[in-house]
């Protein structure tokens, strides 16, 4: 019996168990892996392709190869995963593959059967998702994001040498039907404790939703519950129905891909310059800005680094709505406002706007490129390929971006848009209600800029498998 719309939004207490996945069997056996929980290997390889003209059938027949060869259902990710923690033997590459809208068009694929998300379909290029979201103009775009892309390959291993080989393999299969048009290397990139990090030096990936059984259980042994925060999420904030999958239950997931370059120098400058004005240490004025410290305490539960294994993802602003302790304007504070919209005046009430703002959760697949070494700081060529799934990117994606973290009305008047990844126009203040001298300025474009990027979708197996058997309309 095919999973209902109610199956989607109610997730079992526990979440979905891969081992003995019940009603959920086919739809993980379908879905592509990397989707309810990150592939978890060191290094990636990220192709964006053309296809060439004419080709469409053998483009077809080679979409239908990779998937049966490379591709990985969420269930064997489970599999595989198992097989690590009990003989920590690695599973080896890992592949997924995506398509544009561009992409389902060159394919021939009948329009009602193209996924029907708005921004996805007119793509990120488009004049007004461009001026909504706030980015440059395309013609400052990094000029392999400036072509039309049809589909990107993603491939991974812990084993980078074996990686290279793969994609080498893969680029020269590849030549006959399609062209490069960019490719970005990314890695994971780890402090002195090993924890994952991004480029400016703090935790990364704290506050995922969660969907897998054995990811909710550590959460709730490992972080005291869900008493003040509660991670786990239901399908419908991630999955969408594939009308193109072979089985009852064919699934996918809107993929944003975004190319976000950081200037690591100019941000400690900053910090440092506001760590002097506001007389407090360096490591706490960088906390005001993103929320939590660089080990990732957060900072409305200290206001010093706690240096715990695993920082907790257990908390609330009930104990700080006035945000004296972390910023409203703080990166974690605008992109995951945890029941802050519950608390102004014109809120239909808490619970309600709680629900709300739970549906706007993303699950984040971010991988670091350029330098490699954390004690660095490089200018340029360096930063973060963000990516992110959804089952709606004006709900979830384009929201947080447009209407929180830009927004410098939000969650109150004035506090200020997100200083990571906001995009107003200009500068911008530290709010006055923070107690900070107006003086103390920061400008956007200046540690974090958008090099390019694009919307696709992760289509079913059933669906890629069978590729060269559908027929292009007409």
């Not at 053309?50 to 064997?76: G, R």
């Not at 290279?164 to 402090?191: P, S, T, Y």
């Not at 990166?331 to 703002?357: C, M, Q, W, Y």
């Amino acid at each position: 019996m095919a999973l209902t719309e109610e199956d989607l939004k109610q997730l079992p207490e526990d979440g979905i168990d891969p081992e003995n996945p019940g009603k959920y069997e086919i739809l993980l056996a379908d879905l592509q892996g990397n989707i309810l929980k990150g592939h978890g290997r060191d290094y990636s390889v990220h192709l964006f392709l053309q296809f060439k003209p004419d080709q469409t059938e053998a483009v077809k027949q080679w979409i239908q190869t990779f998937a049966y060869n490379y591709l990985k259902s969420a269930k064997q990710q489970s599999d595989e995963a198992i097989c690590y923690r009990q003989t920590r033997v690695s599973g080896g590459l890992f592949a997924n593959f995506f398509l544009s809208c561009k992409g389902y068009e060159y394919l021939g694929i009948e329009p009602f059967k193209i996924p029907s998300d708005q921004p996805f379909r007119m793509g990120m290029k488009n004049e007004n998702i461009r001026t909504t979201l706030g980015d440059p103009p395309v013609e400052k775009w990094e000029n392999g994001f400036k072509n039309q892309i049809h589909a990107f390959v993603l491939m991974a291993d812990d084993d980078i040498f074996f990686l290279l080989q793969a994609v080498n393999k893969m680029m020269q299969q590849l030549c006959q039907v399609a062209n490069i048009v960019h490719r970005e290397d990314g890695f994971i990139l780890r402090n002195e404790t090993g924890q994952i990090i991004e480029h400016f030096g703090f935790i990364d990936g704290v506050s995922q939703p969660l969907f897998l059984q054995r990811d909710i259980i550590r959460s709730r042994t490992k972080d005291s519950g869900f008493s003040e925060w509660d991670s786990r999420a239901s399908l419908d904030i991630i999955l969408a129905k594939d009308a193109n999958g072979k089985t009852e239950d064919s699934y996918g997931s809107y993929l944003v891909y975004r190319k976000l370059e950081q200037n690591v120098k100019a941000f400690r400058q900053d910090q440092a310059k506001l760590a002097k004005t506001l007389n407090i240490e360096d490591d706490l004025a960088g906390a005001l800005v993103v929320g939590r410290f660089y080990d990732g305490t957060p900072v409305t539960l200290s206001d010093i680094p706690t240096c715990a294994t695993i920082p907790t993802n257990n908390f609330n602003y009930d104990h700080d709505s006035a945000a004296t302790k972390c910023p409203f304007h703080a990166h974690i504070r605008k992109t995951n406002p945890r029941g802050d919209t519950g608390k102004v005046e014109s809120s239909p009430g808490f619970d309600e706007a709680l629900n709300v703002e739970r549906k706007h959760r993303i699950a984040r697949r971010a991988v670091s490129y350029g330098n490699n070494n954390p004690t660095q700081e490089p200018e340029t060529d360096s930063g973060l390929l963000f990516l992110c799934f959804q089952s709606n990117i004006e709900n979830q994606f384009n929201f947080m971006q447009t209407r929180w973290a830009n927004a410098k009305n939000f969650v109150q008047v004035n506090v200020g848009a997100d200083p990571l990844i906001g995009q107003p126009p200009g500068t911008q203040n530290w709010p006055k209600e923070w107690g900070q001298p107006e003086t103390v300025a920061y400008n956007f474009d200046l540690w974090v800029n958008m090099q390019g990027g694009e919307y696709f979708f992760a289509p079913s197996i059933s669906f890629l498998q069978n590729m060269a058997t559908f027929e292009s309309s007409s």
